[in-house]
C-alpha cells in the first residue's frame, strides 16, 4: 500500500473538553508515569529538558555500560492506564505532536506502551540506520489486525501489506516488477499524465465558469481536497485496471463516491480496533466493528467489479492473440499484467490489488493538499519550481518522463511535503537480533518506531527544520542536513525491501499533478498561518485549506 507505515491513532472528544479539538496542542501538561534521567515526573507533569537543549546521542553511564532495556525512559508501565490517558486526554487525535513532545522530554529514545501495543521510539537518522540493518530477509512491521482479522472471517487471501515471511517474500517481488521498476514506470507514467491533464483542464473551465476578474486573469479560491480527492481515485484506477472511470465528469459516478466514503470510513475506523480484540467485538456485535467490516466489504465489492471487467477485456484480447507484456502490446494496467502472465493465483491478485486501490486515494490526495497550500504561501518558492518546470516541459516534447528527469525541484517538493506532513506518522520494524540504540540494549523482536513528525521538524536533522525548501534535496551532498551519515532522513515511503508497494505510483502521480498544475495557475492563499493537522489513520489538515486558483 501507499505508504501506509502508520502508528495507532484515533478520533475521539477527551472527557471534559467538549467542541475542543486542541486539547494537546495548547499548553495543558504532558502527563506521564516515567521517572528516568531525562524526565521526572513531579505532581504529575513530566519534566525534561528544556526546549532547544540537544537530543543527541545518550552517553554512556559512570560504569561504561551498555544500559538495559529497562532502563530506556518511557511514558508509564500500564498500558491500560496509558490508553486511558490516551482517550481522556485526546492524544491519538494529536499522536504526532505527543510523540514530538516527548522526545523533547526524554530524548532520543523512549518506550510507549499503551493497551496492548509496546514500541521503542526512535527519531534520529542513524538509529534508524542501525534498525534498519537488522531487519533481515523477511522485513516485519506493525500488523494491522483489525484489517487481517477482516481477511480471515470474509476468507479473503491476504496480499502483501499484511503478509510477512516468505509467503510475503514471493508475492512482493513479483508485484516489483509490475509496479517498481522501471520498465513498469515507463509504461504507466503516461495514464498518469494523461489524468493530471484532464484534472487540469476540469480546472481552467470551472475557473472560466466561476471566477472573478478578466477573461485571461481569472482566479478561484476553493477547497480543492473533493476534486484532490476524485482525482487520486481516477488516476489509480487508470493505472490499476487499465481504465477511465469518469470522474471529472459534470456528473460523477455514486459507485466511485462510495468508494472514497468507504475509504475514509475504513481508516477512521481503524485506530481504536488496534488496541481491542476485534473478534471478540465480532461476537458481541460492537457498532464500530460492523462500521469497519462494512466498509472494507465495499471496498472488495468495487475491486470484485473492477477486476470481473478487467477478466473480461483480458479474455477478449488474448482471443485477438495478444498478450500482456509482449513487444507492442497495449499496456492493460497493473491488473492485465499480473493476469495475462499468471504468476499469482487469481485470488491473491484481487487482495493485492484491493490493497493498492484502498491505500491509493487518501495518501496521494492529501500530500496534495500541504503541498499546493505550500506552494501557495511561499510565492518565491513556486516560482523557482515553476521556472524549472516550464524549461524542462519545453525541452521534453510532450515526453511525461523527461519531463520529470529535467525538473528534480517538482521531487523535491513531494519529499519536503512528506518530509514537514508524513502521511504515516512512523515505520517500524522487529529487528531480527539483538541492537543497541543510543547505548539501550534493544532485544530481537522488539517493536522498534521510526517517528517521522519529529524527525522531520528536528533541528538536529535539518537546517530552518521548518522551513518549506525543495533545494535542500537536489545534491549529492544534500543542504540543509545535520548530523551523522546523509541517509534515513526521507522515509515516508518505508525503506528497503518493505517499502511502499505503490511507491513509484505515488511519487509520479503527485509530481505530474504539480507540473500541470504550475504550469496552468498561480497558487495563493489567504492565510499564511500554519495547518493545523490532526491523525486519524493518517496525518491530514484540521480544516482543508482553501487555496486561489489565478490562471497564467
Not at 472560466?208 to 482525482?231: A, M, N, Q, V, Y
Not at 471487467?309 to 491488473?335: C, D, I, M
Not at 484502498?358 to 518558492?381: H, I, S
Request: aromatic share 8%; net charge positive.
Amino acid at each position: 500500500m501507499r505508504s501506509m507505515y502508520i502508528r495507532v491513532t484515533v478520533c475521539i472528544r477527551a472527557q471534559g473538553t467538549r467542541g475542543s479539538r486542541n486539547l494537546l496542542c495548547g499548553a495543558a501538561p504532558q502527563r506521564a508515569l516515567c521517572l528516568t534521567a531525562a524526565g521526572t515526573v513531579v505532581d504529575g507533569k513530566l519534566e525534561g529538558r528544556k526546549r532547544g537543549e540537544s537530543t543527541g546521542v545518550r552517553k554512556r553511564g559512570v560504569d561504561g555500560r551498555v544500559r538495559s532495556f529497562e532502563e530506556i525512559p518511557h511514558t508509564g508501565r500500564n498500558g491500560w492506564v496509558n490508553l486511558v490517558k490516551f482517550f481522556r486526554e485526546d492524544r491519538f487525535r494529536h499522536l504526532h505532536k505527543h510523540m514530538e513532545r516527548t522526545f523533547n522530554a526524554l530524548g532520543p529514545i523512549y518506550r510507549e506502551h499503551v493497551g496492548t501495543q509496546s514500541s521503542v521510539n526512535i527519531m534520529l537518522p542513524s538509529d534508524i540506520g542501525e534498525l534498519f540493518r537488522a531487519e533481515g530477509l523477511h522485513p516485519r512491521r506493525m500488523t494491522l489486525q483489525p484489517w487481517a482479522t477482516h481477511r480471515e472471517i470474509r476468507q479473503h487471501s491476504k496480499g502483501v501489506f499484511l503478509k510477512n515471511g516468505e509467503e510475503w517474500r514471493a508475492d512482493r517481488l513479483l508485484l516489483n516488477k509490475e509496479v517498481m521498476m522501471t520498465s513498469a514506470v515507463k509504461c504507466f507514467l503516461p495514464l498518469l499524465d494523461e489524468v493530471a491533464r484532464d484534472f487540469c483542464r476540469m480546472l481552467r473551465v470551472r475557473v472560466d465558469r466561476e471566477g472573478r476578474g478578466e477573461e485571461r486573469k481569472r482566479s478561484l479560491t476553493l477547497d480543492p481536497s473533493p476534486d484532490l480527492f476524485r482525482f487520486a481515485l481516477e488516476a489509480s484506477c487508470h493505472v490499476i485496471y487499465g481504465e477511465r472511470i469518469g470522474l471529472f465528469s459534470s456528473s460523477p459516478s455514486m459507485e466511485s463516491q462510495k468508494f472514497i466514503w468507504a475509504v475514509e470510513e475504513m481508516l477512521a475506523t481503524t485506530p481504536p480496533l488496534l488496541y481491542l480484540p476485534p473478534r471478540l467485538l465480532l461476537r458481541v456485535r460492537a457498532p464500530l466493528w460492523t462500521k469497519h467490516a462494512s466498509a472494507w466489504d465495499h471496498i472488495f465489492s468495487h475491486a470484485e467489479a473492477r477486476i470481473q471487467r478487467g477478466y473480461q477485456r483480458l479474455s477478449s484480447s488474448k482471443g485477438l492473440g495478444s498478450k500482456a507484456g509482449a513487444p507492442g502490446a497495449q499496456y492493460t494496467g497493473v491488473l492485465g499484467q499480473l493476469m495475462g502472465k499468471g504468476q499469482l493465483s487469481l485470488d491473491l491478485i484481487k487482495a493485492n490489488i484491493t490493497e493498492l486501490m484502498a491505500g491509493g486515494v487518501d495518501t496521494t490526495a492529501v500530500p496534495l493538499q500541504f503541498a499546493l497550500f505550500e506552494l501557495g504561501r511561499n510565492p518565491e518558492v513556486q516560482e523557482m519550481v515553476r521556472q524549472q518546470v516550464r524549461a524542462s516541459w519545453a525541452q521534453a516534447g510532450g515526453d511525461p518522463q523527461k519531463a520529470l528527469q529535467g525538473a528534480p525541484l517538482l521531487k523535491g517538493t513531494v519529499k519536503e511535503i512528506l518530509r514537514l506532513y508524513p502521511v504515516g506518522t512512523t515505520v517500524q520494524r522487529y529487528p531480527i537480533k539483538d541492537i543497541v540504540l543510543q547505548n539501550y540494549h534493544i532485544p530481537a523482536g522488539t517493536m522498534v518506531q521510526a517517528c517521522l513528525y519529529p524527525l522531520g521538524r528536528s533541528a538536529e536533522v535539518f537546517e530552518d527544520p521548518l522551513r518549506f525548501h525543495p533545494g535542500r534535496w537536489g545534491t549529492s551532498k544534500e543542504e540543509g542536513q545535520r548530523g551523522e551519515g546523509t541517509g534515513f532522513r526521507s522515509l515516508a515511503f518505508g525503506f528497503g525491501a518493505r517499502q511502499c508497494v505503490g511507491r513509484r505510483i505515488a511519487e509520479n502521480e503527485m509530481q505530474l499533478l504539480l507540473m500541470h498544475i504550475l504550469l496552468s495557475f498561480h497558487l495563493s492563499v489567504s492565510s499564511s498561518e500554519d495547518i493545523k493537522t490532526t491523525c486519524t489513520l493518517i496525518l491530514q489538515p484540521e480544516t482543508p485549506p482553501r487555496i486561489t486558483f489565478s490562471k497564467l
